[in-house]
């Protein structure tokens, strides 16, 4: 699964009830469960008799630390209304993974069980994640009850497609635990993006010596990959077109990989007309060599070093301020000081709205970062903050400043 992991604390104050159901995907519940707990969400584990057949309520209280509810008459629930005050309070419930048997309960209103009892009497939202054999999802009643739940309001997530429990291939498997993470986070991110579409450029980029030499930079992604992934949780269409990294995909991004600047380049200014908003992170590289060597530069007897001669880079960001409609665009700078007078420069420069400075290299690599944001009204500083909480904040910014929606081509 290309995904990133659990974010500590990124779901921190949420109560979400995970219902499960008979399948034998119930074992990706306990990495799923594991995850939401990691990123600071309480739990409470709901199961039906046939879940429990597939792993045990042992198994999913120790990783919940919740005691797990399979009962209507749960002797512990004082007032027998388990099915009322297990989601009280939560922030939404999750069935996953959800049988064929439990979307026909769902879609007709069956309060059959605790858990299907749950459902009727929330006043929560309520998410499904279907995993079944190809044949059961495709079959026309199944498809007919989640086109039911999709108009009752219920958000299907999934299936994937591929090999199945039974040895067959097709569409029913259930999402991986990370892409069912992914979904609920995004599930609970404002949607301050909605509509948009995001170019962004992220990590170093590769400007080949010779065949196998090269130059390129400290710079990791993770920044760039962060935002992506926030632009993607705020609801936008994000493309992001990534140098060499060894980065995961951030879940629902399109990504393009490219090495060189004139790759990026290229790559950009291919997509940027159907794009709102592009945001530069990447570290291009401003030159690189005007002949690439065909065979491997060889040491000579005598000692003889190679000399190279430079061509620039496109700068592809200004390129993109440049443009005759250009997309509201922002760009990033790492200073080694001076941070102040060589961003706003380099702003005006580029001639783009909004420049996100940083006092940069010593960030490569690093989890967490602390930036300026600069434009011509004057700048402001944000607090230091891990990369991924640093990209919701700067998202949430940029979406502040984007032209209204209805004077967008
Ligand atoms: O490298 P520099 O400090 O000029 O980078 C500032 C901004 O310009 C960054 O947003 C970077 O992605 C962008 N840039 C670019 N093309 C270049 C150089 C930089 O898009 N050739």
Same mark, same amino acid.
């Given at each position: ?141 199944? @498809? *007919?009850? #989640? ?7 219920? =958000?299907? &997530?999934? +299936?994937?497609? $591929? ?31 909605? @509509? *948009?579409? #995001? ?7 590769? =400007?080949? &010596?010779? +065949?196998?030499? $090269? ?195």
């Amino acid at each position: 699964m290309n995904t990133a992991a659990a974010n500590p604390g990124e779901l921190a104050g949420k109560h979400l009830v995970i219902g499960m159901t008979g399948g034998i995907a119930c074992y990706k519940i306990a990495e799923l469960t594991r995850l939401l707990t990691k990123a600071g969400a309480t739990v409470q584990v709901v199961m039906t008799e046939a879940a429990t057949q597939f792993i045990t309520p042992v198994t999913m209280q120790a990783l919940s630390g919740r005691p797990v509810y399979t009962s209507q008459w749960d002797a512990r629930m004082p007032n027998n209304m388990a099915h009322i005050d297990l989601s009280r309070g939560a922030d939404a419930i999750v069935i996953a993974p959800a049988s064929t048997d439990f979307l026909a309960k769902l879609a007709h209103g069956f309060a059959d069980g605790l858990l299907s009892t749950l459902c009727v009497a929330r006043d929560c939202p309520l998410l499904v994640v279907p995993a079944m054999n190809r044949q059961m999802w495709n079959n026309p009643a199944t @498809q *007919r009850n #989640v086109a039911q739940l999709s108009a009752d309001g219920i =958000e299907t &997530l999934g +299936p994937d497609s $591929g090999p199945q429990a039974c040895g067959e291939v097709g569409d029913g498997r259930m999402l991986e635990p990370e892409a069912v993470y992914e979904a609920i986070v995004s599930f609970f991110a404002p949607k301050v993006l909605a @509509q *948009r579409r #995001v170019l962004i450029t992220a990590g170093p980029t590769f =400007e080949p &010596l010779d +065949p196998v030499r $090269g130059i390129t930079n400290r710079s990791s992604g993770k920044m760039g990959f962060a935002l992506a992934r926030a632009a993607q949780q705020a609801g936008a269409d994000v493309h992001l077109v990534a140098g060499p990294v060894t980065l995961e995909t951030p879940w629902g991004v399109y990504r393009e990989d490219v090495q060189t600047a004139q790759q990026m380049y290229d790559a950009v200014m291919r997509a940027v007309p159907d794009y709102d908003v592009f945001i530069g992170v990447a570290a291009v590289a401003d030159w690189r060599v005007d002949h690439i060597a065909t065979q491997k530069i060889k040491k000579t007897a005598e000692g003889r070093v190679p000399g190279f001669t430079f061509v620039e880079n496109p700068d592809i960001l200004a390129s993109v301020a440049r443009l005759p409609h250009p997309p509201y665009c922002v760009g990033f700078a790492a200073e080694s000081g001076d941070l102040d007078v060589h961003a706003e420069q380099k702003r005006v420069r580029k001639n783009v709205p909004l420049l996100i400075g940083n006092l940069g290299p010593q960030t490569f690599g690093l989890d967490d970062n602390e930036v300026v944001l600069f434009e011509a009204a004057g700048s402001t500083k944000l607090p230091r903050a891990a990369k991924q909480a640093l990209a919701q904040t700067l998202i949430a910014e940029i979406a502040r400043r984007l032209p209204d929606q209805s004077i967008i081509s």
